[in-house]
């Protein structure tokens, strides 16, 4: 398991000594119409190895019962711990309280439905970007054969399919793009990132044209303005903005305007 991430790395506290933690978090229920937008500020002690996460469950628990925040894996698999970390996307659940400033401020991700404090509804957003996308593997069959063995599959070829499904969908990508702050339809790295993880599948059966028929606007590949957010702030480092770039490039060839 990799280590968890740091952010804006901060000189240790000394040795026995822990620090004394401000997390400021924007409040915001819009459930509530008593509810508006603004930042609480909580007092914590640091803890050795505490994350994000455990910091955030420990104000729950011991100081404010009433704060939305979103986990499940706490290993940095599901994404649902994806908000913005001293103006950064990343996740909670692998940032190392030690490598901030012991000022900290959280906010929700942008973009996504808010569904209060720091809990957003990505799932929604991913869902209609994947049937926009028709994200699944479109093979010859109606139905497939359980009982016939798929065919084999070149290592080099799984291994870069393999590379583009370590997407977890934790919506930072999204989060951090200036075009999806502009443009309300625009499919982000995520969707890019699922074309081109099709456009690699042996079994799906549509050809380039059917791909791009998908993403050739300026809601999709060429909507990116390149300013490689997407690829920085990527939980998993994905190479976002390299095949977005291939894509353009190869749609550009293809005689795509």
Partial sequence: MTEPVAIL???PAAEGQHRKLKIGILRYNPQEPESVPHM???DLEEADGMTLFIALNE???TQDASLHFDFVCRAGICGSCAMVINGRPALACR???KNLG???SLAPLPVFELIADLSVNT???MRAMSERLEGWVHMKEKEVDLSRIEERMEPELAQQIYELDRCIECGCCVAGCGTARMREDFVGAVGLNKIARFRLDPRDTRGDDDFYEL???DNGVFGCMSLLACHDVCPKELPL???IAFMRRKMVAMGWK
Avoid: F, H, M, V
Wanted: aromatic share 8%; proline share 4%; charged share 25%.
């Fill in 215 to 217: 993403i050739g606007d």
């Fill in 123 to 125: 799932g929604k957003w």
């Fill in 59 to 61: 104000i729950r628990e």
């Fill in 102 to 104: 012991p000022e900290i």
């Fill in 95 to 97: 940032t190392l309280t």
């Fill in 241 to 243: 903005a390299t095949q």
């Fill in 40 to 42: 609480q500020t909580y």
């Fill in 9 to 11: 790395r901060q000189a």
